[in-house]
Structure formats: C-alpha cells, structure tokens
C-alpha cells in the first residue's frame, strides 16, 4: 500500500473550515483513500473514503485531484469537538494492512 | 457507530500471567482483526480473521494467539504477559471487500507489570 505525508499539526479556528492535506504520490489506481480520525484515547473513527471522485457525507468532504497524488479532507464547519487527530489512508488489495502513520493533530480553537 | 464491544476495557495483570481479551460485534461482519497502538507505531496488525475458525498473522503476531469460534467473537490471548505488551488493543471489523471500511471498537487498555 502507498505511505501517505500529512502535516503534525494544524490549528482551526472554532466554525471556520479545517482543511486537512494529504499526500500520497506513489498511490495505485486500485487503492482507495480513507480518513479516520482517533479523539483522545478512542478507537479510531471512520469518516470518509473515495477513490477517484470527490466524496461527500454528513461528517466531511473529500477532494482527490486528478492525479490522485494527493487529496484534502474538509470539515466545514469546525467544532472544538473536531480536535483529534486525523489519519490519511491509502487501501489497496492488502486488506489487512491499515497503515495509520503519525496523523495531524487538529487543534480547533475557540 | 458500528456494534463492537471490547472487554475488558481495563486490565492490570503480572508478567507471565495469562490474558484474554475479547472481541464481540453485533454486525455479522467476516472479518475482524486484532490492532495494538503505541507511541511512535501508530496501529499495528496483529492478527485477523476471515471466518470462523480462519485466522491468519499480522504484522506483529509474536507472543499472541486468537481464536474465533463464532461469527461475533474474536478473542486474543497473550500466552504469558510481557512488559513490552503493554499497550492499547483495538479490535476492528469489515465485511470481506478490500475496500471496505474498517470500524474500530473502544479499545483495551493493557498494562503489564
């Protein structure tokens, strides 16, 4: 499975949009890109997947450029609940592999 | 959030001592998989299943055996407890599609003195 690069730590300010990057040149076209994100001590939270197309839910959007070498979470509306940290990962056949890496920690701020 | 349990949450035991955690999911999911997290290695595989009585290594088996008797149990079983098992364990589930998403139970806090 492609490694990801995503930044230590990024500040938000509370009910501004949290752009979190992600990248992940080396990505196959078979392999999908998800975000979870880890609040405190918790298990890791599912928040969003894609493998070509953008992608839209309830808890956040996910933008892959064209060249799939790179991608940006969104939480559009930041709360001080949405600190955490936030895990880009790449999926490929390998199903159990589910490599986490270090993450950005997400400060939002009041 | 998905239906996955994980007991005990807590555990203190002694070095050699035996110990059982349990995974239950209430999703009738295939497969479900053993994590361990520590500072500076993110979450580590340690064992998975695909089925019942099927079970294959992860990335970091040594010391750890688990059994799956049922669709909705997944036990891990340190055989005798060392220091270096001190972690937190999470339990995770997924139907049998590589590209399904995994979901995380609450996790297992392990300390072994």
């Known amino acids: 499975d492609a490694k990801t690069t995503q930044p230590t730590s990024m500040d938000c300010a509370e009910g501004r949009a949290a752009n979190l990057p992600c990248n992940h040149s080396?990505?196959?076209?078979?392999?999908?890109v998800y975000w979870y994100r880890q609040i405190h001590s918790q298990g890791p939270q599912y928040i969003i997947h894609g493998l070509k197309n953008n992608e839209t839910n309830e808890m956040a959007s996910l933008i892959i450029t064209e060249d799939r070498k790179s991608s940006t979470l969104i939480l559009p509306h930041a709360t001080l609940r949405d600190t955490a940290v936030y895990y880009c990962?790449?999926?490929?056949?390998?199903?159990?592999?589910?490599?986490f890496g270090s993450g950005t920690k997400l400060n939002v701020k009041p | 959030d998905a239906g996955i349990t994980q007991s005990p949450r807590h555990k203190v035991t002694e070095t050699g001592t035996p110990v059982t955690l349990r995974c239950h999911q209430t999703?009738?999911?295939?497969?479900m998989y053993w994590y361990r997290q520590d500072p500076g290695h993110g979450l580590r595989l340690i064992h998975y299943s695909y089925g019942v009585k099927d079970t294959d290594k992860g990335e970091v088996s040594d010391g750890y055996s688990v059994s799956r008797s049922k669709t909705e149990d997944f036990l891990l079983t340190l055989e005798s407890a060392t220091s270096s098992q001190t972690s937190v364990y999470f339990c995770?589930?997924?139907?049998?599609?590589?590209?399904?998403?995994?979901?995380f139970g609450p996790g297992t806090r392990l300390l072994v003195l």
């Open positions: 995770a589930i997924s139907g049998p599609q590589y590209q399904e998403t995994q979901y």
């Open positions: 999703e009738n999911h295939r497969y």
């Open positions: 080396t990505i196959s076209g078979n392999e999908y």
């Open positions: 990962i790449v999926r490929g056949h390998n199903f159990n592999k589910f490599y």
